[in-house]
């Protein structure tokens, strides 16, 4: 069976001290309330959270992500972060290829081949986003431009190393609009992904590997979500901010 999956991603929100009560208020939730043993909750905080946040999480059900890491290991790249320091925090998992980090700082294909590379180097999970904007979806695009993108950032990967990630369908027209694709468009993709995986990776390896969606994912919709037979959980952006909504989301399997 392959792993269900529910992870927040905090984006630029939060102090210090309100990410702190968030994870708290969390993993009291979880550990009462979570019964599912095969859903993994994870917290994708900001960097500067995520040293303290790890203290809280440490030794309790939840896994920590980052948002985002440079595809070098060290080097004179002000202001940036790399996968040896996340390892060291230490971190599981880093969102890559987000619509946002796409469209606001210029994230080409080739960068992130180079930060899958990285981060698979240094044992950390990538949690690659990959979707399409609303004009592709209406000219009926969409599964062929979201494929593309699988295929030129990760098929230069073995197998072996493919198997090790998370793949995340994050429709940009669903991110951050209340409008959520319907559980149809969600299973279409998901099962278009997982047969593109399996074309170039074999059964094993498509059957094996998890899809999250995510695109305004509330408590409301997660359960009929998560029914879909290729949907392996969430990606989830504004719910993630509210400990109860996303605990509930978490709680939808
Ligand atoms: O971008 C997202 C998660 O990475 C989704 O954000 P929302 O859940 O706020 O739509």
């Known amino acids: 069976m ?28 979880v550990q009462d ?18 040293t303290s946040v790890q203290k809280l999480t440490n ?19 002000t202001g940036e972060i790399s996968a040896t320091m996340l390892k060291s925090v230490p ?6 290829g987000h619509s946002e980090r796409r469209q606001y700082f210029g994230e080409s294909h080739d960068t992130l081949t180079k930060k899958t590379d990285t981060l698979l180097a240094h044992n950390l999970t990538p949690i690659f986003c990959c979707g399409e904007s609303l ?7 969409h599964v062929a431009y979201v494929c593309n ?8 990967l073995s197998a072996e190393d493919f198997a090790r990630l998370v793949i995340a369908y994050e429709p940009i027209w669903a991110i951050g609009t209340g409008v959520t694709a319907s559980n149809e468009q ?7 992904i997982r047969s593109f995986i399996a074309d170039k990776y074999g059964k094993e390896v498509a059957e094996g590997t998890p899809i999250l969606y995510g695109g305004s994912v509330k408590p409301d919709n997660a359960k ?10 969430g990606l989830v952006g504004g719910a993630s901010l509210k400990s109860r909504d996303f605990v509930d989301i978490a709680k939808s399997f």
């Open 59 to 77: 030794g309790t059900k939840l896994a920590l992500s980052a948002q985002n890491c440079h595809e070098e290991a060290k080097g004179a790249y």
């Open 149 to 156: 993108q699988l295929k030129d950032s990760l098929f230069h």
């Open 2 to 29: 392959r792993q269900n999956i529910v992870a927040g991603n905090w984006k630029m929100n939060n102090t210090l001290d309100e990410g702190l009560k968030l994870t708290s208020e969390v993993v009291n939730m």
């Open 186 to 192: 969600a299973q279409e993709m998901h099962l278009a």
């Open 91 to 96: 971190v599981q998992y880093v969102i890559i």
């Open 33 to 50: 309330e979570l019964t599912n043993n095969n859903v993994q909750v994870i917290l994708g905080c900001p960097f500067v959270h995520l």
């Open 224 to 233: 009929a979500l998560f029914a879909c037979p290729d949907v392996d959980g």
């Open 135 to 141: 004009d592709i979806r209406e000219k009926g695009e």
